[in-house]
């Protein structure tokens, strides 16, 4: 299954959307996107699934959750943002990558994985951080800025975010480096929330998760905070997240998620304030490859 396939699938488990739509949000040609359509529709038929339908100009997919589950179960490619993704998040976890390994588990040419890691390196000098490449070894990250690790952050949310159609690749990256459960997680972060009566959105919840994956990564040296101005909403705060998150979460979790439920409460943070400018900025970024 090519990334034009992937990605239709993914729009249509978020919404059903009209052709002309489609068409546009993927840059391709309506006969193009006829033929990826016909051809999904081949493979959701070897699942004894319903097929993408196309009524009065609208295309939907309408089947149960645990059928998209079974779809990307099936699938073992990944686009190329995926690609950059995964690559992205294997360095700044571990501190080192071998493209050559990765090319051969991840089953794709020379030409594509190095295409890939260019865009990484974009993102990572871009942002201040610094690699250096052992002859016969591979990639060890050197130096890892606080925008690198926010890059890092939000590409882990995605993940997250995406956890019940992620392929085999991505889920076992996922298991991999997350030391928790996504389920009992959220709902302990969701509590907090209520608590504290502020509002929560999918993507946030599941920034939030992320934070925990590496949470060293994202201690309060690594920032020049503003001088906190309402220490008792701090406070509140801190002993809302101390009460809910008492079991489960480390000591180094629960300060980061009292200072970012603060910032982004009070709209002093780069996730509300500036992730737009920045998605934009990156986008430049992967499109000139």
Same mark, same amino acid.
Request: glycine share 2%.
């Given at each position: ?7 239709? #699938? ?15 949000? &993927? ?6 996107? &006829? ?11 070897? /699942?004894? /699934? ?36 995964? %690559? ?48 016969g070894k591979g990639t060890? /990250?050197?130096? %890892?800025?606080?925008? $690198? ?9 995605? #993940? ?5 159609? /992620? ?10 480096i997350k030391k928790f459960?996504?389920?009992?997680? $959220? ?8 608590? #504290?009566? &502020?509002? %929560?959105?999918?993507? %946030? #919840? ?11 990564? =994202? ?6 905070f503003e001088k906190y101005?309402?220490?008792?909403? &701090? ?40 992730? =737009? ?13």
């Open positions: 299954m090519h990334s034009t396939m992937i990605n239709i #699938l993914k729009i249509l488990h978020q919404t059903k959307i009209t052709k002309e739509n489609l068409a546009h949000n &993927l840059d391709i040609k309506e006969g193009t996107l &006829l033929k990826s359509i016909n051809a999904i529709n081949t493979f959701l038929r070897d /699942l004894k /699934l319903e097929e993408i339908r196309i009524e009065k100009g609208i295309v939907k997919l309408e089947i149960k959750k645990t059928e998209w589950c079974e779809i990307f179960e099936k699938i073992n490619t990944l686009t190329f943002e995926e690609k950059v993704d995964y %690559l992205y998040i294997k360095l700044v976890y571990y501190g080192f990558i071998n493209l050559e390994k990765e090319r051969e588990y991840l089953d794709i040419s020379r030409s594509s994985i190095n295409r890939c890691f260019l865009i990484i390196k974009k993102l990572l000098e871009t942002n201040g951080s610094k690699i250096t490449y052992n002859n060890e /990250l050197i130096e %890892l800025t606080n925008d $690198s690790r926010i890059v890092f952050a939000l590409k882990t949310t995605k #993940l997250i975010l995406e956890e019940d159609i /992620l392929t085999p690749v991505q889920k076992k990256l996922l298991n991999n459960n996504i389920k009992t997680r $959220s709902t302990k972060l969701v509590a907090i929330y209520k608590c #504290l009566k &502020l509002p %929560l959105t999918p993507t %946030l #919840l599941c920034f939030l998760c992320a934070l925990d994956i590496k949470s060293k990564y =994202f201690q309060t040296e690594n920032y020049s101005n309402d220490i008792q909403m &701090l406070e509140r705060i801190r002993c809302v997240v101390n009460s809910v998150g008492n079991i489960g979460f480390s000591e180094d979790y629960k300060n980061i998620l009292v200072q970012y439920i603060y910032m982004i409460s009070s709209n002093e943070h780069y996730f509300l304030k500036d992730i =737009f400018i920045r998605a934009k900025k990156y986008q430049k970024i992967y499109s000139k490859y």
